[in-house]
């Protein structure tokens, strides 16, 4: 595996990975745009059919505004009746309306039948599975991947001797029940994971709970879980140990997460499960 991915090359294959996934919503937002704009053409059309026939000129004389009505193969008539001004300005709104729906419409249905249906990145999936295991793809799997990322080696937080440990699912060792819960519900979805994984913040080394490859995207993201909410001393380390994030670039809801408990509120599985559903896969 080592081979097949190059260790320098990881963030440009999450690069390309976070790319592709921003193409991918951007066709499906253009594909939502169009049907948007198809159904506000067809509703203004309906709408002109509501209207008097013909179109209205406006003409300045004399620092007055005079209105006119204009019928095809008919002279033209001074109106002064507000209401059909209103009608017949209403519809060349309309038709207005209509024409730059129509051209958006030509442009973004072009667009979907230039786009190719099959990426570069889609190439690899495509081969059969003879020709696959003979290939080294451009960006690597989603499987290919996270194995690269969870078997490159780190050294986590050491324990201090005699401190007490609890074992997860998958054997590793961490400091509380929370934590245990936390490890085995990402482990349960399917969450590639790290705990207490070294992260460089300036010129300090710290760790964090748990770092965790969001695969659809490929982004590191950074969990930590505040078991102590309450207690004066922790609660003063872990502002330091946020302003520590924020200054590194890492930002809350971007790429840094949090669980809280405290003596009388314990860990809420519910709200983990949402951040997991919503925010880690």
């Given at each position: 595996?080592?081979?097949?991915?190059?260790?320098?090359?990881?963030?440009?294959?999450?690069?390309?990975?976070?790319?592709?996934?921003?193409?991918?919503?951007?066709?499906?937002?253009?594909?939502?745009?169009?049907?948007?704009?198809?159904?506000?053409?067809?509703?203004?059309?309906?709408?002109?059919?509501?209207?008097?026939?013909?179109?209205?000129?406006?003409?300045?004389?004399?620092?007055?505004?005079?209105?006119?009505h204009?019928?095809?193969?008919?002279?033209?008539?001074?109106?002064?009746?507000?209401?059909?001004?209103?009608?017949?300005?209403?519809?060349?709104?309309?038709?207005?309306?209509?024409?730059?729906?129509?051209?958006?419409?030509?442009?973004?249905?072009?667009?979907?039948?230039?786009?190719?249906?099959?990426?570069?990145?889609?190439?690899?999936?495509?081969?059969?599975?003879?020709?696959?295991?003979?290939?080294?793809?451009?960006?690597?799997?989603?499987?290919?991947?996270v194995?690269?990322?969870?078997?490159r080696?780190?050294t986590?937080?050491?324990?201090?001797?005699?401190?007490?440990?609890?074992?997860?699912?998958k054997?590793?060792?961490?400091?509380?029940?929370?934590?245990?819960?936390?490890?085995?519900?990402?482990?349960?979805?399917?969450?590639?994971?790290?705990?207490?994984?070294?992260?460089?913040?300036?010129?300090?080394?710290?760790y964090?709970?748990?770092?965790?490859?969001?695969?659809?995207?490929?982004?590191?993201?950074?969990?930590?879980?505040?078991?102590?909410?309450?207690?004066?001393?922790?609660?003063?380390?872990?502002?330091?140990?946020?302003?520590?994030?924020?200054?590194?670039?890492?930002?809350?809801?971007?790429?840094?997460?949090?669980?809280?408990?405290?003596?009388n509120?314990?860990?809420?599985?519910?709200?983990?499960?949402?951040?997991?559903?919503e925010?880690?896969?």
């Open positions: 595996m080592s081979q097949l991915i190059k260790k320098d090359e990881i963030g440009t294959q999450a690069i390309l990975k976070g790319d592709l996934a921003l193409i991918e919503s951007f066709i499906t937002q253009i594909k939502t745009r169009l049907e948007l704009i198809t159904r506000l053409s067809e509703k203004a059309f309906e709408k002109t059919n509501m209207y008097p026939a013909g179109r209205i000129k406006i003409k300045h004389r004399n620092y007055g505004t005079y209105y006119y204009s019928v095809q193969d008919k002279a033209e008539k001074y109106i002064d009746n507000s209401q059909l001004i209103e009608d017949l300005i209403q519809k060349s709104y309309l038709e207005k309306v209509i024409k730059s729906a129509q051209n958006e419409i030509e442009v973004l249905n072009a667009f979907l039948d230039k786009y190719p249906k099959t990426t570069a990145e889609d190439v690899y999936d495509q081969l059969t599975d003879d020709r696959k295991k003979w290939v080294k793809p451009i960006i690597p799997t989603d499987e290919q991947f194995a690269e990322w969870q078997n080696p780190y986590p937080k050491p324990f201090k001797k005699g401190t007490p440990y609890f074992e997860t699912l054997g590793e060792r961490v400091r509380s029940k929370s934590e245990v819960i936390i490890a085995d519900r990402l482990f349960a979805n399917g969450i590639p994971y790290k705990y207490e994984c070294p992260l460089r913040v300036g010129d300090e080394v710290i964090p709970d748990f770092t965790i490859l969001r695969v659809s995207d490929r982004k590191i993201l950074y969990l930590e879980h505040n078991g102590k909410v309450g207690d004066q001393e922790y609660g003063d380390d872990m502002v330091d140990r946020i302003n520590k994030y924020s200054l590194a670039g890492i930002m809350q809801n971007d790429k840094l997460y949090f669980t809280f408990e405290s003596a509120r314990p860990l809420d599985v519910r709200a983990l499960d949402k951040m997991i559903n925010v880690f896969r």
